[in-house]
């Protein structure tokens, strides 16, 4: 069965930068992409971006663009989200989903990251 | 950005009641339109795509419906497990996919 399992939670200080996996299994990997969500408290879910899982194309949401970065290792069938010069602002659940053949059929666990001082 | 308006945010409902929840987005998607619906600490779960057709394995108590801008997703009678959130989300533009607000049912 699908399964996407995301890294544990994360404390970071403003302007660091947050790594957050995401390890596909039971599918082939390079054949869906994947999308990354976030939540922050109180707030609905907001779009991050998107890495093919074939060839590691990417598409980032504008707002975003200049810190952020989307990574995949085919190897381990790992997608990774690189966040920069993080605020409080970033404070979140982080989703990873795969992007099945219309929309995103199955997410991670999410990951909680906080930035605080 | 394609905006989606969901409503209500919450409601109030008792296990049998028929529950209908609204997505409005602010141009017409063609029915790329799917549904969720997330429990507190876990992954949202697709109930539905293409504005209607049910996901595998999701009971068919849930319906979705509509077309052009205005898209509903009904609970025909509501069940002790669908207390949650339910969100919408638009993939006509997927960049960027948008979603709705978010709707929590409650007992």
């Known amino acids: 069965q699908v399964n996407l399992v995301q890294s544990g939670a994360e404390v970071k200080k403003p302007g660091a930068s947050v790594r957050v996996s995401c390890k596909a299994s039971?599918?082939?990997?390079?054949?869906?992409?994947i999308t990354w969500v976030r939540q922050a408290p109180g707030q609905g879910l907001e779009w991050l971006g998107r890495?093919?899982?074939?060839?590691?194309?990417?598409n980032y949401a504008q707002r975003f663009q200049g810190r952020i970065s989307m990574t995949t290792d085919t190897a381990t069938s790992t997608a990774y989200l690189d966040l920069r010069t993080l605020t409080f602002d970033d404070t979140a659940i982080y989703y990873c989903?795969?992007?099945?053949?219309?929309?995103?059929?199955?997410w991670g666990q999410g990951t909680l990251v906080t930035v605080s001082s | 950005d394609i905006q989606m308006t969901q409503s209500p945010s919450s409601l109030s409902a008792s296990v049998g009641d028929r529950v209908t929840i609204s997505c409005r987005a602010s141009?017409?998607?063609?029915?790329?339109l799917a549904w969720f619906q997330q429990k507190p600490g876990t992954a949202p779960k697709l109930l539905l795509f293409?504005?209607?057709r049910l996901e595998d394995g999701v009971p068919s108590r849930f319906s979705g419906s509509g077309s052009g801008t205005d898209y509903t997703l009904t609970i025909s009678s509501l069940q002790p497990e669908d207390f949650a959130t339910y969100f919408c989300q638009q993939y006509y533009d997927r960049t960027p996919l948008t979603f709705g607000g978010g709707t929590k049912v409650e007992i």
């Open positions: 989903a795969r992007i099945g053949l219309t929309t995103t059929d199955y």
């Open positions: 039971g599918y082939m990997f390079t054949s869906y992409g």
């Open positions: 141009q017409g998607i063609s029915n790329s």
């Open positions: 890495i093919s899982g074939y060839n590691g194309n990417t």
């Open positions: 293409a504005a209607s």
